[in-house]
């Protein structure tokens, strides 16, 4: 209750006349403390605060603001010539998949953030003051393309845009829905969302009136331009991706008072997903979110939760609908969709029940913005509910996902981090990708400060164990810790007075969390998890010591527990099976190698381990065999000062593994690792599918004479390449694949000698084997052996009888005994193999060739 009159209270104020941009901050969030009155002070997260902040100023502010200079039709005075000098970004930026602005409006939002995290600490004001110039040039730029559709009466008045669709924004105004369907696929209003919400944040964080009043105006564009269509068609248009609309526009009716903001919210509010996740408590529809896209659903719950909480006079009933929907939503995926790292999905859609296997299978593992709005959302159910569970979730999320997403190097930023077993990360390059988790990704490491601390009247409550100080008007106290390396942390009051001091008492500690309390102070009983919380006179210098005991534990794969993962505290720990560079190898004995693609290039799925990262047998992997009640018992501490382990994979699979170390998964970068490890009894592993795959594929390696991995750069050059369109290659389902457009031809030199490299190859009993998918059936091509032809106008079939579940199979073309010899009769030590696409269809895609002895 005293939250909701809080809430009142600062609402009315602003409508009144009395908010500013001074307490923006207090308007939208009533019970955090302005990022500015928390500064972070050591630790790792404060240096992934600088590392990011240097990177948002190498970025090319222009080129990311050259789309709404387009699309604004700008090009006179100071923007003559600005297209040619700042072109777009190519990257999810170019005409065939424009999401041209997304990243811009992330953009403000990232440097709004960076300046008031900064802002207050002594050694990064500077740079603090950096990220603002920069911010304010470009909100500078942008004004003047908003006001560039001043005297506009088709519905562009108060647009800013970066996508090529101004005659579909018109149509959209009349009412038409046609010209809205012709591009939902590009999320038109998904993009439209990250520019009002950069607008809001240059408000909010930035102290800029002037992106108030541009947030404003472009909000009077979001109502308007839908202004013309009825529940039905809106209703239609919500089941493209359109980010958190609903969000900021309930913002914008928190800020400036007017409810046709909150009507617009509403408005945009996607009753499918409300109706969807309706339900008591544990009894809500667990199958309604499978295979759904991720983190399209995420913000609108984040927009359903803000609606409910900024309707401060309950006017429409059926808002308890959308909170029943946001907790449950929530409930699903953090109890039965979040994996080791805090994150969820694979390949951007929740997974079924029985499909958990993909968690290891599959090398696009949780996607970087899922994880970033998930804490957005927990965040305000914890505002809501002050439970411990949002708490706990939070801080997991935070340290084993989004802090490792950051290349300390470079600063570069990470799309999927994948689960599978001896995966890797890619990331991006500064004025590279323009992808969504790079637009995420600059936010993130300026948020760490946000949710420490926050309060409910007189209540201090301590969410998170990390070094940093808070001065706020009423509250001051600093935290003086090196979590999660020391189990305890030290709060120290500088601001005296009488309130409740609320320390977490997470799940992880298992009620044994311990205090040294100043004398006379009351603790009260703290066996379960929740908050401790101490109520007394505090005097300045006051100290509280916190205990905080984290034991090593095993955590299942969600719904598939073949897999387990190892935590200390809320810690992720996991092993490098890759060695990060040649010094490394000789410490640690493991191998060193160069990651394939470790950092994207320019190209569509760039940021895809699955397209651009080379995947290992799972088999290779360390593992477990044996009785899993030993599992910790065998981990033996290595450095508790450094969450340092020693771990002894079993003997078994096709890698024999050295003493790995396990560490915090957050500090491993460039190498390849394990966070899942396979833990099951002999006998069931020896029925595993993993098994069964080995046998087939050790009898394949057990045929072949030589290999081309097509499509890897390495194995391609070492059998001279020669290709007429030698930029068509990829990856599908974690297979790399050439491909062949219509008139073209690819072509590679076997290798036709024993593994002893001396024995020549028979002439006779030899078999070309190439591995298709059924995806390209009916595809026509030509194959040749040394310019004669060994399978002439050859269609690739729907069906064959190696076909995998995947769709993948092998074909296996017979060579004659004739062109295996020279013209003396001896068999030849090399041939070359080549493969013509027919004129007016593409070949089928190689995804693999071999050289094999018949079967």
């Given at each position: 209750?005293?939250?909701?009159?809080?809430?009142?209270?600062?609402?009315?104020?602003?409508?009144?006349?009395?908010?500013?941009?001074?307490?923006?901050?207090?308007?939208?969030?009533?019970?955090?403390?302005?990022?500015?009155?928390?500064?972070?002070?050591?630790?790792?997260?404060?240096?992934?605060?600088?590392?990011?902040?240097?990177?948002?100023?190498?970025?090319?502010?222009?080129?990311?603001?050259?789309?709404?200079?387009?699309?604004?039709?700008?090009?006179?005075?100071?923007?003559?010539?600005?297209?040619?000098?700042?072109?777009?970004?190519?990257?999810?930026?170019?005409?065939?998949?424009?999401?041209?602005?997304?990243?811009?409006?992330?953009?403000?939002?990232?440097?709004?953030?960076?300046?008031?995290?900064?802002?207050?600490?002594?050694?990064?004001?500077?740079?603090?003051?950096?990220?603002?110039?920069?911010?304010?040039?470009?909100?500078?730029?942008?004004?003047?393309?908003?006001?560039?559709?001043?005297?506009?009466?088709?519905?562009?008045?108060?647009?800013?845009?970066?996508?090529?669709?101004?005659?579909?924004?018109?149509?959209?105004?009349?009412?038409?829905?046609?010209?809205?369907?012709?591009?939902?696929?590009?999320?038109?209003?998904?993009?439209?969302?990250?520019?009002?919400?950069?607008?809001?944040?240059?408000?909010?964080?930035?102290?800029?009136?002037?992106?108030?009043?541009?947030?404003?105006?472009?909000?009077?564009?979001?109502?308007?331009?839908?202004?013309?269509?009825?529940?039905?068609?809106?209703?239609?248009?919500?089941?493209?991706?359109?980010?958190?609309?609903?969000?900021?526009?309930?913002?914008?009716?928190?800020?400036?008072?007017?409810?046709?903001?909150?009507?617009?919210?509403?408005?945009?509010?996607?009753?499918?997903?409300?109706?969807?996740?309706?339900?008591?408590?544990?009894?809500?529809?667990?199958?309604?979110?499978?295979?759904?896209?991720?983190?399209?659903?995420?913000?609108?719950?984040?927009?359903?939760?803000?609606?409910?909480?900024?309707?401060l006079s309950n006017s429409n009933p059926s808002?308890?609908?959308?909170?029943?929907?946001?907790?449950?939503?929530?409930?699903?995926?953090?109890?039965?969709?979040?994996?080791?790292?805090?994150?969820?999905?694979?390949?951007?859609?929740?997974?079924?029940?029985?499909?958990?296997?993909?968690?290891?299978?599959?090398?696009?593992?949780?996607?970087?913005?899922?994880?970033?709005?998930?804490?957005?959302?927990?965040?305000?159910?914890?505002?809501?509910?002050?439970?411990?569970?949002?708490?706990?979730?939070?801080?997991?999320?935070?340290?084993?996902?989004?802090?490792?997403?950051?290349?300390?190097?470079?600063?570069?930023?990470?799309?999927?981090?994948?689960?599978?077993?001896?995966?890797?990360?890619?990331?991006?390059?500064?004025?590279?990708?323009?992808?969504?988790?790079?637009?995420?990704?600059?936010?993130?490491?300026?948020?760490?400060?946000?949710?420490?601390?926050?309060?409910?009247?007189?209540?201090?409550?301590?969410?998170?164990?990390?070094?940093?100080?808070?001065?706020?008007?009423?509250?001051?106290?600093?935290?003086?810790?090196?979590?999660?390396?020391?189990?305890?942390?030290?709060?120290?009051?500088?601001?005296?007075?009488?309130?409740?001091?609320?320390?977490?008492?997470?799940?992880?500690?298992?009620?044994?969390?311990?205090?040294?309390?100043?004398?006379?102070?009351?603790?009260?009983?703290?066996?379960?998890?929740?908050?401790?919380?101490?109520?007394?006179?505090?005097?300045?210098?006051?100290?509280?010591?916190?205990?905080?005991?984290?034991?090593?534990?095993?955590?299942?794969?969600?719904?598939?527990?073949?897999?387990?993962?190892?935590?200390?505290?809320?810690?992720?720990?996991?092993?490098?099976?890759?060695?990060?560079?040649?010094?490394?190898?000789?410490?640690?004995?493991?191998?060193?190698?160069?990651?394939?693609?470790?950092?994207?290039?320019?190209?569509?799925?760039?940021?895809?381990?699955?397209?651009?990262?080379?995947?290992?047998?799972?088999?290779?992997?360390?593992?477990?065999?044996?009785?899993?009640?030993?599992?910790?018992?065998?981990?033996?501490?290595?450095?508790?000062?450094?969450?340092?382990?020693?771990?002894?994979?079993?003997?078994?699979?096709?890698?024999?593994?050295?003493?790995?170390?396990?560490?915090?998964?957050?500090?491993?970068?460039?190498?390849?690792?394990?966070?899942?490890?396979?833990?099951?009894?002999?006998?069931?592993?020896?029925?595993?599918p993993m098994v069964k795959a080995d046998s087939?594929?050790?009898?394949?390696?057990?045929?072949?004479?030589?290999?081309v991995a097509t499509g890897e750069q390495q194995?391609?050059?070492?059998?001279?390449?020669?290709?007429?369109?030698?930029?068509?290659?990829?990856?599908?389902?974690?297979?790399?694949?050439?491909?062949?457009?219509?008139?073209?031809?690819?072509?590679?030199?076997?290798?036709?000698?024993?593994?002893?490299?001396?024995?020549?190859?028979?002439?006779?009993?030899?078999?070309?084997?190439?591995?298709?998918?059924?995806?390209?059936?009916?595809?026509?091509?030509?194959?040749?052996?040394?310019?004669?032809?060994?399978?002439?106008?050859?269609?690739?079939?729907?069906?064959?009888?190696?076909?995998?579940?995947?769709?993948?199979?092998?074909?296996?073309?017979?060579?004659?005994?004739?062109?295996?010899?020279?013209?003396?009769?001896?068999?030849?030590?090399?041939?070359?193999?080549?493969?013509?696409?027919?004129?007016?269809?593409?070949?089928?895609?190689?995804?693999?060739?071999?050289?094999?002895?018949?079967?």
């Amino acid at each position: 209750m005293k939250n909701k009159i809080l809430k009142t209270v600062l609402v009315a104020a602003c409508i009144a006349g009395g908010g500013g941009v001074a307490d923006a901050q207090s308007i939208l969030y009533p019970q955090h403390f302005d990022l500015e009155e928390v500064t972070l002070t050591a630790g790792p997260m404060r240096d992934a605060m600088k590392i990011n902040a240097e990177l948002l100023l190498r970025y090319d502010a222009d080129r990311l603001m050259a789309p709404f200079v387009r699309e604004a039709h700008l090009n006179s005075g100071k923007y003559q010539d600005f297209l040619s000098k700042h072109p777009s970004f190519r990257n999810w930026g170019d005409y065939s998949w424009s999401l041209e602005g997304h990243v811009g409006g992330h953009y403000l939002t990232a440097l709004s953030l960076a300046y008031a995290a900064m802002k207050n600490d002594p050694e990064l004001s500077s740079l603090a003051g950096k990220c603002r110039e920069r911010l304010v040039y470009c909100l500078e730029i942008m004004k003047d393309c908003q006001d560039a559709y001043d005297n506009d009466t088709e519905g562009m008045y108060g647009f800013i845009g970066g996508q090529p669709y101004t005659e579909m924004w018109r149509g959209l105004y009349k009412g038409d829905l046609a010209a809205f369907k012709k591009f939902g696929g590009m999320v038109p209003f998904y993009c439209q969302h990250k520019i009002l919400a950069g607008l809001r944040d240059g408000y909010v964080y930035g102290k800029s009136h002037l992106a108030e009043q541009m947030f404003k105006k472009m909000c009077d564009w979001t109502l308007n331009v839908v202004s013309k269509l009825d529940d039905t068609q809106m209703q239609d248009i919500l089941g493209w991706e359109h980010g958190g609309v609903n969000e900021t526009l309930a913002d914008a009716y928190k800020i400036f008072g007017d409810k046709k903001y909150l009507d617009g919210a509403v408005k945009f509010s996607h009753r499918q997903m409300i109706n969807g996740m309706q339900g008591s408590a544990g009894a809500y529809d667990t199958k309604f979110l499978d295979r759904k896209h991720a983190n399209t659903q995420v913000p609108k719950y984040i927009g359903f939760e803000r609606v409910n909480t900024v309707d401060l006079s309950n006017s429409n009933p059926s808002h308890k609908d959308y909170m029943a929907s946001v907790v449950n939503f929530w409930d699903d995926v953090a109890t039965h969709r979040t994996v080791c790292i805090g994150g969820n999905s694979v390949g951007e859609h929740f997974l079924p029940v029985d499909r958990c296997e993909s968690y290891m299978s599959n090398l696009e593992g949780p996607e970087s913005c899922n994880t970033n709005d998930m804490l957005k959302l927990s965040e305000a159910l914890f505002d809501d509910t002050h439970d411990v569970r949002y708490a706990d979730f939070y801080e997991a999320a935070m340290w084993n996902h989004i802090l490792s997403t950051q290349d300390p190097e470079t600063g570069g930023y990470v799309y999927f981090t994948t689960l599978r077993p001896q995966g890797y990360r890619i990331y991006s390059q500064v004025n590279s990708g323009m992808w969504c988790c790079v637009g995420t990704g600059m936010e993130n490491h300026s948020k760490y400060g946000h949710f420490i601390y926050t309060h409910d009247s007189d209540t201090l409550f301590v969410n998170l164990f990390t070094p940093s100080k808070l001065d706020n008007e009423r509250f001051g106290i600093v935290q003086e810790t090196n979590f999660p390396y020391e189990q305890a942390t030290t709060l120290r009051i500088t601001k005296a007075g009488k309130f409740t001091l609320a320390i977490r008492n997470p799940q992880w500690a298992n009620g044994n969390i311990a205090f040294d309390c100043p004398k006379k102070t009351e603790i009260p009983p703290h066996g379960k998890p929740g908050y401790v919380k101490i109520t007394r006179k505090w005097k300045v210098g006051d100290e509280v010591k916190v205990w905080l005991p984290m034991t090593l534990r095993v955590e299942d794969c969600p719904n598939y527990n073949d897999y387990v993962a190892f935590k200390v505290g809320p810690i992720l720990l996991a092993a490098k099976t890759t060695a990060a560079d040649a010094a490394e190898a000789s410490l640690t004995g493991l191998k060193y190698e160069k990651l394939q693609n470790e950092y994207a290039d320019d190209s569509r799925m760039g940021h895809s381990p699955g397209a651009m990262g080379t995947r290992k047998s799972l088999s290779e992997a360390p593992m477990f065999i044996g009785d899993r009640s030993k599992l910790v018992s065998n981990i033996k501490v290595k450095n508790l000062g450094k969450l340092q382990y020693t771990v002894s994979p079993s003997e078994v699979g096709r890698s024999k593994w050295p003493e790995l170390t396990l560490q915090p998964f957050y500090e491993i970068q460039h190498a390849r690792y394990a966070c899942y490890w396979y833990a099951q009894s002999p006998e069931k592993y020896a029925q595993s599918p993993m098994v069964k795959a080995d046998s087939i594929a050790a009898a394949l390696e057990a045929r072949t004479i030589d290999f081309v991995a097509t499509g890897e750069q390495q194995s391609e050059a070492g059998h001279v390449l020669a290709a007429t369109a030698p930029e068509r290659k990829g990856s599908w389902n974690s297979e790399t694949y050439r491909e062949i457009p219509n008139n073209n031809e690819v072509s590679y030199t076997l290798t036709n000698l024993r593994s002893n490299n001396t024995e020549p190859l028979p002439s006779k009993n030899v078999n070309l084997l190439i591995r298709f998918t059924n995806n390209d059936r009916n595809r026509r091509c030509s194959i040749y052996i040394d310019g004669q032809p060994l399978a002439e106008n050859w269609v690739t079939p729907g069906m064959h009888p190696s076909m995998e579940g995947s769709g993948f199979f092998n074909m296996e073309f017979p060579i004659p005994e004739s062109m295996l010899v020279d013209a003396d009769g001896k068999p030849k030590q090399s041939i070359r193999f080549t493969i013509k696409a027919n004129s007016g269809t593409m070949a089928p895609s190689m995804f693999y060739l071999r050289l094999v002895d018949a079967k």
